[in-house]
């Protein structure tokens, strides 16, 4: 089965602590992205790769970090400086430019972070 | 800087009447857009897609779509809708550059009721 897979599905972290979101994906996609959505609210961008070793900060980047060391994962940490980091996370991957018929998204299923 | 605009929080529709959920966009250069669908605690699933050519774009599940570049709108239609269609939709533009950025509006509850 090709995808993406996101673990944990749900996660509990006390103030103060680092907590790192797992996404992997299967589908040879070189562009992988985080997102952060809330109640009512639509998807906001957090960090995204385009390659290998390569990422930029999205539109709300402070307070998490990422890495890119292998083209199928996409590590998110969400750090003490996060004010308010309870929110549900969304991992999702893409095709280059170079498949123009691949433009579209794939999402994973979802971390839900709750900071006791 | 491109951007996407939901004008509804909430659509209600009875079942086997026609659905609009609407879209409009700004962006510079050419568009591409999308349609994506989220049901309760899960991830979105993509729908349907307008890089170039015909119009009206037709995607999963009976959904299809209108670019009209006059109105910068990219308006989502079902012709019968179902219970089942009841979820949460989104609307993305991306900007042509390699991998580039998506932005995606606030969402569209759409309420099918029997």
């Known amino acids: 089965d090709g995808g993406i897979t996101q673990s944990p599905k749900y996660l509990f972290r006390k103030e103060g602590q680092n907590v790192t979101l797992s996404c992997e994906q299967n589908?040879?996609?070189?562009?992988m992205y985080w997102y952060r959505q809330d109640p009512g609210q639509g998807l906001r961008l957090i960090y995204y790769s385009q390659i290998v070793n390569d990422f930029q900060k999205g539109d709300i980047a402070e307070g998490y970090s990422v890495s890119r060391e292998k083209k199928e994962s996409f590590p998110l940490t969400v750090t003490s400086a996060q004010k308010n980091p309870t929110a549900f996370y969304l991992c999702?991957?893409?095709?280059?430019?170079?498949?123009?018929?691949?433009?579209?998204?794939?999402f994973g299923p979802g971390t839900r972070l709750t900071v006791l | 800087a491109q951007s996407v605009a939901q004008p509804e929080d909430q659509v209600n529709v009875a079942e086997g009447n026609p659905l609009t959920v609407k879209c409009t966009y700004s962006v510079s250069g050419n568009p591409y857009l999308f349609w994506y669908v989220q049901y309760p605690n899960r991830g979105l699933q993509f729908l349907l897609k307008y890089i170039t050519g015909d119009n009206l774009v037709k995607g999963s599940y009976g959904f299809e779509a209108e670019f009209n570049k006059s109105q910068t709108s990219f308006h989502l239609k079902k012709p019968s809708a179902l219970v089942s269609d009841s979820a949460l939709y989104f609307c993305a533009v991306r900007d042509n550059t390699n991998a580039g950025k998506s932005t995606f509006g606030d969402g569209t509850t759409l309420t099918v009721k029997p």
């Open positions: 589908l040879n996609h070189d562009a």
């Open positions: 999702a991957s893409s095709a280059s430019w170079g498949l123009a018929g691949s433009l579209e998204q794939f």
